[in-house]
């Protein structure tokens, strides 16, 4: 797979495209549309599963220096206006706050805060998981490549999340997914 065809499946999920085509309204700096939507987006287009099938929510990612509370829940609250009509929630979060939060949300230390939402897309349980697509200029960034994705391989990447976060998405994953490969975490 490349950037063409995960962009194709990615586009045939409405929720995606809804997020994609609206993100950029709420004016936010570094921001990306990322995990969950777009990786199940395109193993629905793999297994030949409705758009959608099995997506919770979709995942937006900004980063302002900013870190209150407040800014944050300003821009919630105006993104679920924006996105009151989708499926599913719509979860923004501003990357450079979750050092303030990770440990107590994951009873795991996070080492340090993160530089942007590149680095937070680094981050993630497993390394299908680590997409993202920049809303304003449509930027792909995919560091572990496409390769598990097309392949419907789950691989975990021990960068920051603990073994047993990686473990439960996973399971979760594969009951969705059954034509999933989970490697173990060891």
């Known amino acids: 797979m ?6 194709a499946l990615v586009r045939a999920d409405p929720v995606a495209t809804g997020v994609l085509d609206r993100a950029p309204e709420l004016g936010l700096p570094d921001c990306w549309l990322t995990a969950g939507v777009l990786f199940q987006a395109v193993w629905n287009g793999l297994t030949g599963r409705a758009p959608g099938t099995g997506v919770r929510d979709a995942d937006v990612f900004y980063f302002s220096a900013d870190t209150s509370w407040e800014a944050e829940d300003a821009v919630i609250g105006a993104a679920a206006e924006l996105f009151a009509d989708l499926p599913v929630p719509v979860e923004v979060r501003n990357e450079a706050r979750v050092h303030l939060w990770y440990a107590e949300h994951f009873d795991s230390p ?10 937070a897309i680094d981050h993630f349980a497993a390394a299908c998981c680590c997409v993202g697509i920049e809303v304003v200029t449509g930027e792909v960034y995919a560091p572990h490549g496409f390769a598990d994705l097309a392949d419907l391989v789950v691989r975990p990447n021990r960068v920051l999340a603990p073994q047993h976060v990686y473990e439960a998405k996973a399971a979760r994953w594969q009951q969705q997914w059954p034509e999933l490969t989970v490697l173990p975490w060891t």
């Open 110 to 119: 996070m080492p340090r805060p993160f530089r942007d939402c590149r680095d």
């Open 2 to 7: 490349d950037e063409a065809a995960f962009l």
